[in-house]
């Protein structure tokens, strides 16, 4: 393919002549793109399909060149899934991609490369390598589907050169961005926003869900990448021949979301039909993608650590609804799922307590633990809500720790007891970071 024709196919998705359109900014992302670039690591960018990834990378390039810090002409996007672009050529394209950009658009080279979908195109992390060497004023950007991304080859070539960012649907200070209410608004419609809050439990995030107003078509987007997962980015990714085996058991622990799961309850919810290997397969093949996560069970010994159930939680609550209607007579669970995904999102390591009682969510940071939080929908029966006190004062006790916290829909409340302070905290609040002290 000629120099011309490759500058042709990439100019429509690059801001040299016109400005591609950026969607709504997620400046989280944004800011932490800033933050890695500046070290000079390659940065790679990973997340379950349909997350935004592609978007928040272009209003990165907007970001750049709207701050007056880079010039148009010094960034190029490339997305490998273009099927016009050779990727079967493998580095040699990208030499091509280079050659092409200094010869019709910028002379002087690129600061900026994102390479989109990368993982389509064979040995480019050698390319990265070796461009990382030769050229070290290049800041250069990969993203890709995590199963693909996160190979061997990657940690074997990049050891020590590259840092993660990962992407994840929506939050729920995004959300209420993406129906126009700004979070950071000390004036915002404090109405509207608990009842965003209500709704975002049980929504699908998926950014371009989010955008869609047709109930029905939502649940056809979310029915369609729930599918695309399990068929790329599982089955095919790893030759995955019993695929109706491979379905059952996802849609099992879709289902069992937040419960404990195990590798012998699995298979005797499944009459026996999958083997124990193939379940304990088949779930890192559905963590890798970012569609499940699987939470241990705390203990100081790592044999009776693997030896306990883990709880399950999932990327999205519309994939959780939409796989398994039983969750729209159970917002509970979908809260707990919620708060999950706002710890995972920061980073945290976390266990779950099982000690007599149970506490939903341990934090750790470091060498000690940071946090206890429970989840529960609604404290308002006196039974449930000294379930959720006693379980977090046996935590507080064990770990000599004087504050806990419940998370809730509505209900807030302080309340004091022999180990310290229980805090219950709606939901809004927690997302918005108003809650989160206790994990400084």
């Given at each position: ?8 196919i990439l ?18 992302y ?9 070290t ?24 750049l ?26 580095p040699?394209?990208?030499?091509e ?34 461009q ?10 990969v ?44 004036l915002?419609?404090?109405g ?46 790893y ?33 026996n039909?999958v ?19 699987f ?25 959780l ?20 995904l706002d ?26 633990p940071?946090?206890?939080?429970n ?32 998370v ?21 609040n ?11």
């Open positions: 393919m000629d120099e011309r024709e490759l500058i042709e100019n429509p998705f690059n801001f040299w002549r016109a400005s591609p359109f950026t969607g709504i900014t997620r400046p989280k944004l800011n932490e793109l800033h933050r890695l670039t500046s000079g690591q390659v940065v790679v960018v990973t997340g379950v399909r349909r997350s935004g990834k592609t978007t928040i990378l272009v209003q990165f390039i907007h970001h060149i709207e701050s007056k810090n880079v010039q148009a002409s010094q960034t190029l996007y490339a997305n490998l899934e273009d099927p016009r672009l050779p990727v079967n050529d493998g040699s394209l990208l030499d991609l280079m050659a092409s950009h200094q010869a019709f658009v910028d002379p002087q080279g690129l600061r900026y490369l994102i390479l989109d979908e990368v993982q389509r195109l064979p040995d480019w992390e050698r390319w990265v390598r070796i990382q060497e030769i050229n070290p004023g290049l800041h250069i950007i993203s890709g589907s995590s199963a693909e991304l996160l190979s061997k080859e990657l940690a074997t070539l990049l050891t020590g050169r590259h840092l993660d960012l990962e992407v994840f649907p929506l939050d729920f200070s995004e959300y209420l961005r993406f129906h126009g209410i700004d979070p950071d608004d000390p915002a419609d404090a509207r926003i608990k009842s965003l809050s209500s709704e975002y439990i049980s929504a699908s995030t998926f950014p371009a869900v989010v955008l869609t107003p047709e109930p029905d078509l939502k649940e056809r987007m979310v029915q369609q990448i729930y599918r695309d997962i399990i068929n790329h980015d599982v089955a095919r990714r030759e995955v021949r019993e695929i109706e085996k491979l379905e059952a058991v996802a849609t099992t622990f879709v289902a069992s979301v937040p419960g404990p799961v195990t590798l012998n309850g699995t298979r005797r919810a499944l009459g039909r083997s124990l290997d193939s379940i304990e397969r088949y779930s890192r093949y559905l963590e890798e993608p970012y569609l499940l996560f939470l241990n069970t705390h203990s100081f010994s790592e044999g009776k650590r693997k030896r306990s159930p883990r709880k399950v939680y999932a990327v999205d609550s519309g994939i609804m939409t796989v398994s209607h039983r969750f729209s007579k159970d917002r509970g669970k979908l809260l707990e799922n919620a708060v999950f710890l995972r999102r920061s980073g945290c390591e976390m266990y779950r307590l099982m000690d007599k009682k149970e506490v939903d969510f341990l934090v750790w940071k470091g060498t000690a940071v946090a206890l939080i989840a529960c929908l609604d404290v308002s029966n006196a039974d449930t809500k000294k379930r959720e006190v006693d379980g977090l004062r046996n935590g507080m006790r064990k770990f000599d720790m004087d504050r806990a916290l419940v809730t829909l509505n209900h807030s409340e302080t309340i004091s007891v022999e180990e310290g302070v229980v805090e219950f905290l709606p939901y809004r927690w997302a918005l970071q108003k809650g989160r002290n206790q994990l400084d």
